[in-house]
């Protein structure tokens, strides 16, 4: 396996995690920043406000995306099973 072909692997993998990720670390990052100014404007500040719409928010996302989720990474493993034998090379 030439250092061109590894480096291109490399990326793949690393575009196919940030896309599997994104939708996730998005969700997260607004319910996180609507909970602080809602502790913010109400003077609240109690623990599990921010962990408990989080998890939920989390949990609803990944029962939407799961059918995408895994078409994806079963493209990318058929993808990568199909290329092994340029990688032995």
């Known amino acids: ?10 990326k793949t993998m690393l575009y196919e995690a940030v896309m599997l990720s994104a939708p996730f670390l998005g969700v997260a ?12 404007v109400t003077s609240i500040h109690e623990q599990t406000l921010t962990f408990v719409p989080k998890a939920l928010a ?25 290329q092994m034998p340029q990688m032995v090379r």
Do not use: C, E, K, N
């Open 58 to 82: 989390l949990v609803a996302l990944l029962i939407v995306l799961l059918p995408w989720l895994l078409r994806s990474l079963l493209t990318f493993t058929a993808a990568m099973i199909q």
């Open 29 to 40: 990052m607004a319910i996180g920043l609507a909970v602080s100014l809602f502790q913010a």
């Open 1 to 10: 396996m030439d250092p061109a072909y590894a480096v291109h692997l490399l």
